[in-house]
C-alpha cells in the first residue's frame, strides 16, 4: 500500500515534470512560430513599396480574368498524389505553392503545362479547358508558357547565346539578327552582360548567373505565364533575393502571370499575391502572405514555424 502510494506519487511527480516539459515545449515551438511570424511581419514592412504595390496589383487582379484555373483536379499514379485541388490565378498574379517534398508541386506544374493531365477535374488557361486538347494544340497552349526548370536545367554543350535563342529556333519564325537582338534583351532584363556572357558555357557561370540565364531562356518567346520550380534552390540568401526581385520585376513590368514552387518561405512572402500550401493531397491553405502569417491554423504555424 505503501509502497503503491509511493509509486503512485512517484509517477504524479513523474507526470507533472514530463507536463511541465511538454508546456515548456509548447511555450518553446509558440515563442519559436512568434519569432517567425515577427521576422515575417519585419520583413513585409521592410517591403513596404513591394507590399504597397502588391496591395495595388492585387486589387487589379481581383477584377482581372483566371489565367490558371485548376478545378476540382485529381491525379494518381501508383497512390493518390493530388486530390480535389482547386485554385485559380489572374492576369498578373504570382501564385507561390509551398509544400513539404513529394506534395505534388512539381506535379502541379506539370498539370499547368499539359505533360500531365488530370485523372479528374479540370485545367483551364485563359478560360480554355486544355484537358482534352490534342498533342498539336497542347504545344500551342505550351508555347504560351515559359518555364524554369529546378537547378536551371540549362543544355551543359550549349553557349548562354544557343540556350536562349533554343525555344526561338523551336518555336518563331524568327531570323537570326532578330534572334539575337532578343537573346540581348533578355539577358540585360535578368542583369546579366551579353557580351561577357553569351559565348560562355553555363558550366563557366555561377550558380545565381545559371538562374538567371535559365529565366532569360523561360522568357526569351514573350510569354504570358511563367512556371518556376524552386528559382532559388542552391542559392546564397543574396543571390536569392536577386532572383526573387527579378521574377517580380517580370511580374511588375510585362504583367506576366506566374505560378513560383518555393521552399524558401521569405523569398514566397516577398512576391507572392496569393500562397497555395499543399499537403496530403489537398490544398490546406490559399491566401495572401499576410493571411498566411497571421493564420492560428496548427499546421500552417509549423510550417512556418519550421523557417
Ligand atoms: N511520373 C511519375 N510517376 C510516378 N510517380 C510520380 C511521378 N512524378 C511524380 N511522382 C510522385 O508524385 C509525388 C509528388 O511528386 P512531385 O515531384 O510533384 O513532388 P514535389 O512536391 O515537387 O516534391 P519536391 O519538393 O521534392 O520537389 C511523389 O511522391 C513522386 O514520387
Ligand atoms: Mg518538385
Same mark, same amino acid.
Request: aromatic letters at 2%; glycine letters at 14%; hydrophobic letters at 30%.
Given at each position: 500500500m505503501t509502497d503503491d502510494g509511493r509509486d503512485e506519487s512517484?509517477?504524479?511527480?513523474?507526470?507533472?515534470?514530463?507536463?511541465?516539459?511538454?508546456?515548456?515545449?509548447?511555450r518553446i515551438t509558440e515563442r519559436k512560430s512568434e519569432t517567425v511570424r515577427a521576422a515575417i511581419r519585419d520583413e513585409l514592412a521592410d517591403d513596404a513599396p513591394?507590399?504597397?504595390?502588391?496591395?495595388?496589383?492585387?486589387?487589379?487582379a481581383g477584377e482581372s480574368a483566371a489565367v490558371i484555373a485548376l478545378d476540382h483536379v485529381f491525379l494518381a499514379f501508383d497512390t493518390p498524389i493530388l486530390e480535389d485541388v482547386s485554385f485559380v490565378a489572374r492576369q498578373g498574379e504570382t501564385i507561390c505553392i509551398v509544400g513539404e517534398s513529394g506534395t505534388?508541386?512539381?506535379?502541379?506544374?506539370?498539370?499547368?503545362?499539359r505533360l500531365l493531365v488530370p485523372d479528374k477535374g479540370s485545367v483551364s488557361i485563359?478560360?480554355?479547358?486544355?484537358?482534352?486538347?490534342?498533342?498539336?494544340?497542347?504545344?500551342? /497552349?505550351?508555347?504560351?508558357?515559359?518555364? /524554369?526548370f529546378q537547378g536551371a536545367a540549362l543544355f551543359d554543350s550549349m553557349s548562354v547565346f544557343e540556350n536562349i535563342a533554343y525555344p526561338l529556333r523551336e518555336h518563331t519564325d524568327l531570323d537570326e539578327d532578330e534572334i539575337e537582338t532578343r537573346v540581348r534583351e533578355k539577358l540585360a532584363f535578368v542583369d546579366l552582360d551579353p557580351d561577357r556572357v553569351m559565348e560562355q558555357l553555363p558550366s563557366e557561370l555561377s550558380g545565381g548567373m545559371r538562374k538567371r540565364v535559365g529565366i532569360a531562356r523561360g522568357m526569351a518567346d514573350n510569354p504570358e505565364i511563367m512556371l518556376y520550380d524552386e528559382?532559388?534552390?542552391?542559392?546564397?540568401?543574396?543571390?536569392?533575393?536577386?532572383?526573387?526581385r527579378l521574377i517580380l520585376k517580370l511580374q511588375r513590368e510585362l504583367n506576366v502571370t506566374s505560378v513560383v514552387v518555393s521552399h524558401d518561405i521569405r523569398s514566397v512572402f516577398r512576391m507572392a499575391t496569393r500562397v497555395a500550401v499543399l499537403n496530403e493531397r489537398k490544398i490546406v491553405f490559399f491566401g495572401t502572405p499576410e493571411e498566411m502569417a497571421a493564420s492560428d491554423d496548427i499546421y500552417l504555424r509549423d510550417f512556418l514555424g519550421g523557417y
Open positions: 512517484g509517477k504524479g511527480a513523474a507526470n507533472k515534470r514530463e507536463q511541465d516539459r511538454r508546456g515548456e515545449g509548447r513591394e507590399s504597397e504595390q502588391r496591395a495595388a496589383d492585387k486589387a487589379e505534388g508541386k512539381s506535379t502541379t506544374l506539370k498539370l499547368i503545362l485563359n478560360g480554355e479547358d486544355i484537358t482534352g486538347l490534342t498533342f498539336e494544340e497542347a504545344l500551342a /497552349v505550351r508555347q504560351r508558357m515559359g518555364m /524554369v528559382p532559388t534552390s542552391g542559392l546564397d540568401p543574396l543571390t536569392t533575393g536577386t532572383i526573387t
